[in-house]
């Protein structure tokens, strides 16, 4: 009786560089991960009822401002006595530039299209992280590169994934302050002020500052793998960081007697977004809007960079 041994065959090892890697399905890959969680739509909600809560803010503020200025429009301007004649057109100038309702107009109107930024950007950082820390928390981080061994790839998949969701974030919120706002003018008697260029430029770049955060976002991600420690951490340095930020520079301000330390207050990347989308100077020692758009690149440059070389070399395991 000739015995006879059982045959098994071999399980295929996996190839790598499969058709998984491609740019698309890494894309793929990542957005099925927000959609299967909790997480995106908790955020909408919020940035939904942030943007509403601003929106109202920003229009009752702006109603005032507007009404002011249409009523010292109609007034003449009075100039100080014992003034130059080159002392009296100064102010004359000075006057004209405080009271002009062009000026207010467009000023509310970037305002109340960029309404709920402060908190909206926030979620696109803290949703950013989520796409890193989300692969720890799972422990889905192995299997992802296993079928994707170049880091690389997948690093730039979640950058990529992170601005489009920001982006998302921010058509999102733009619909709905652009919106309310073109209904708010028209009560008020005026034009939308679309067809201003420093009001384009405050929604244009409102949604760079999205997707720069976005990018901050996975490189807080990259650095702190824990998630409840990253959106902790990310959470509270926003919100407190910026206000203890403000607070420190003011307080070194008049301290020193010196505007320099509310000039590099930009350097914080809260600040640098908000002096980035404002018509104006934000505040009368602020550098001008493209500073904090410069600033606002650099760091998520940054951030790119670091987090795809941690990423690279970091054990995953």
């Not at 698309?24 to 959609?35: D, G, N, Q, T």
């Not at 004209?96 to 107009?105: A, G, K, V």
């Amino acid at each position: 009786m000739t015995a006879t041994t059982p045959t098994t065959t071999p399980l295929a090892a996996p190839t790598l560089g499969t058709p998984s890697s491609a740019p698309a399905r890494l894309l793929k890959s990542e957005f099925l991960k927000i959609r299967t969680t909790n997480v995106w739509w908790l955020f909408l909600i919020g940035a939904f009822v942030f943007t509403a809560l601003s929106l109202w803010i920003w229009m009752g503020t702006g109603a005032g401002q507007i009404n002011n200025a249409a009523a010292a429009s109609s007034e003449p301007f009075v100039p100080p006595e014992g003034l130059s004649p080159v002392e009296v057109e100064t102010a004359r100038q000075q006057w004209e530039l405080e009271h002009s309702l062009t000026r207010t107009l467009v000023s509310v109107a970037a305002n109340v299209y960029t309404s709920g930024q402060f908190f909206g950007l926030m979620f696109a950082m803290l949703l950013g992280a989520i796409l890193v820390t989300n692969e720890y928390f799972h422990q889905t981080a192995t299997a992802t590169f296993l079928a994707t061994p170049h880091r690389t790839a997948v690093i730039v998949a979640k950058l990529a994934t992170a601005v489009l969701a920001a982006g998302f974030f921010w058509i999102f919120s733009t619909a709905i302050s652009v919106a309310a706002g073109v209904m708010f003018f028209n009560a008020k008697g005026y034009g939308p002020q679309l067809d201003q260029w420093p009001v384009q430029r405050a929604i244009l770049f409102n949604g760079l500052a999205y997707a720069l955060w976005g990018v901050l976002g996975v490189g807080l991600g990259v650095l702190i793998r824990n998630q409840i420690g990253a959106v902790l951490t990310g959470a509270i340095s926003y919100v407190l960081g910026t206000q203890i930020v403000q607070g420190i520079a003011f307080l070194i301000s008049v301290w020193l007697d010196a505007t320099w330390p509310l000039k590099i207050m930009v350097a914080w990347p809260a600040v640098a977004s908000s002096v980035m989308i404002s018509p104006e100077k934000l505040y009368p020692e602020a550098p001008a809007w493209w500073v904090g758009g410069l600033v606002l690149v650099a760091y998520g440059v940054v951030f790119g960079v670091v987090g795809t070389l941690i990423m690279r070399k970091r054990d995953i395991s």
